[in-house]
């Protein structure tokens, strides 16, 4: 059977760019989906669980190489089910501040500056409204006080411009349901007859290129032919790997392994980056309540040094423990306790994604290189981070629910042993993106020209976070979604 267009992973881009193209009329889109369909699969749907969904079937839990200077125990979460991620995640919802685009556009991705992608996030957030948090958790109540009293302001997310202040968070969800890209764009997938063929279970296992041109995918159930374009929307790990095993990267790396060179594209899997994550956490003095949406409801920005034109330090207050990496490395934990996770916004680490084999099964390696900058910009961030959360901590709208702090203790003071705790327990916000980032088709390591064309392959796009060319300030997902919506007007113009 031929399509007009392939879209490979149904995940938070991808759902959308199939949606968008099987809209138009007389369309015949085919969407390939790694892991099965989401719909009416409470496990997913229901927000408050997402914690359940780590490690568990519906997650590729990608394990990443040895980090001399960070946390190499760290799994890295991936949805492997219709909606990808944003059918895993805890739906934070945020419009990025104009100046990161500013950057994206200064980096050589011509047309996604500010101006140029807010008619796409405006067409997101019609589908995806977002809800407000309902302050009803007296701890985090505690802490948003303690916040202000150590000096940032309240702040409304998503309707003011973005500065050094606390909130609470705006969410993609309904009534405690996600609105992930598949719930808002795709359910029920009945709807769409023959104009969206959706075909779960289905791992792409390679990308036909014929004369230069992608003219379909192969996957362990065979190959697939379209007539318009494939769209490769498989996420910051997997869209490298599809691209490597495809004969796209690096052609020494491809020879070594035995892979046909399509495209010389040095820059496929380079430019991988994520917000790494330190935890300081406290047993709480009273029971910690449960009424939450998702546990993880208050935002904090900062900045460590003067003179940025934007925050570079986030935190995520948590009421929960947060011992996944604490405990392993003896430190203690708490039935009822709180977590303040700095986070460093615009890390400057940079790792990369590449082949283990050329066998298709084989799972990426992925090297974050954590903390690893020349000018140790994201340790000295991380660090301040730690100093800030104990700062919060010390205000007295948190006093009286401080019983002790359990990690890193209150014992630890000075700043080296506080930089080693905090790198060698640090988890990850599941942000990974960068690995086939866009950029002028003139410059080497870019892999998408700015209209998302693979350089060097006709009749091929990427569209996901992947394509980042440097981090958002703030949580990614609702950019994966405009990625989706700009990535689906610019097929067939
Ligand atoms: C646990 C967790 C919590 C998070 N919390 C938040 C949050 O609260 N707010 C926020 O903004 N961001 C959050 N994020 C990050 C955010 O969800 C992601 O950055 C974003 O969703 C990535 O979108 P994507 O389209 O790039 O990739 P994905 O959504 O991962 O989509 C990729 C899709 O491709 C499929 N796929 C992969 N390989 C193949 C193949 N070869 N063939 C076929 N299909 C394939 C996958 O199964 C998946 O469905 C979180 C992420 C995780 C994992």
Not at 124 to 146: I, M
Not at 309 to 331: E, I, K, R
Request: contains cysteine.
């Amino acid at each position: 059977m031929t399509f007009d267009h392939i879209v490979v992973g149904g995940g938070t881009a991808g759902a959308i760019v199939a949606a968008r193209l099987a809209e138009r009329p007389g369309a015949r889109i085919a969407l390939l989906e790694a892991g099965p369909s989401d719909e009416g699969d409470a496990r997913v749907l229901t927000l408050r669980d997402w914690p359940d969904l780590l490690e568990g079937p519906l997650d590729f839990d990608y394990r990443i190489e040895p980090q001399p200077r960070g946390n190499g125990a760290i799994r890295h979460a991936r949805g492997k089910v219709l909606g990808g991620c944003s059918s895993h995640n805890s739906c934070i919802a945020f419009v990025p501040p104009d100046r990161d685009f500013a950057d994206w556009a200064a980096r050589g991705a011509a047309g996604w500056g500010p101006a140029d992608v807010a008619p796409f996030f405006d067409r997101v957030l019609e589908k995806v409204p977002l809800s407000d948090v309902e302050p009803d958790n007296a701890c985090g109540r505690a802490f948003v006080q303690a916040a202000e009293q150590a000096g940032f302001p309240l702040q409304r997310f998503n309707r003011e411009p973005l500065r050094s202040g606390v909130g609470w968070f705006q969410l993609n969800q309904r009534g405690g349901v996600r609105l992930s890209s598949s719930v808002a764009y795709l359910h029920p997938l009945k709807q769409w007859g023959d104009r969206l063929t959706v075909r779960t279970g289905e791992m792409v296992r390679g990308i036909i290129v014929e004369g230069g041109r992608a003219v379909g995918v192969r996957t362990d159930a065979g190959e697939l032919r379209c007539d318009g374009e494939v769209i490769v929307c498989c996420g910051a790990f997997d869209s490298p790997r599809l691209l490597l095993l495809s004969g796209i990267g690096p052609a020494d790396d491809l020879k070594r392994l035995g892979i046909d060179v399509i495209a010389d594209r040095p820059g496929v899997g380079e430019n991988l980056l994520d917000h790494p994550e330190g935890v300081v956490m406290f047993e709480s003095a009273r029971e910690v309540p449960t009424a939450t949406t998702q546990f993880w409801e208050i935002g904090l920005f900062a900045e460590t040094v003067d003179g940025l034109d934007c925050p570079d330090l986030m935190f995520h207050f948590g009421t929960v423990p947060f011992d996944m990496h604490t405990a392993p490395a003896g430190y203690p934990t708490a039935t009822h306790a709180f977590s303040m996770t700095p986070n460093v916004a615009r890390a400057r680490s940079q790792g990369r994604v590449w082949l283990r084999s050329a066998d298709p099964k084989d799972p990426p390696r992925i090297d974050f290189r954590y903390f690893t900058d020349p000018d140790g910009h994201d340790e000295r961030v991380m660090l301040a981070g730690v100093h800030l959360a104990r700062r919060i901590a010390q205000q007295p709208a948190l006093a009286p629910w401080i019983a002790r702090e359990l990690a890193p203790g209150a014992a630890v003071t000075d700043d080296a042993a506080l930089s080693a705790y905090v790198r060698r327990t640090a988890n990850t916000v599941y942000h990974p993106a960068g690995t086939c980032r866009v950029g002028d088709a003139r410059d080497g390591l870019a892999v998408v020209d700015p209209a998302l064309r693979v350089i060097g392959v006709d009749g091929l796009r990427v569209a996901d976070a992947s394509i980042f060319p440097s981090m958002t300030t703030t949580n990614p997902c609702i950019t994966a979604m405009m990625i989706g919506e700009r990535a689906a007007a610019l097929v067939g113009g």
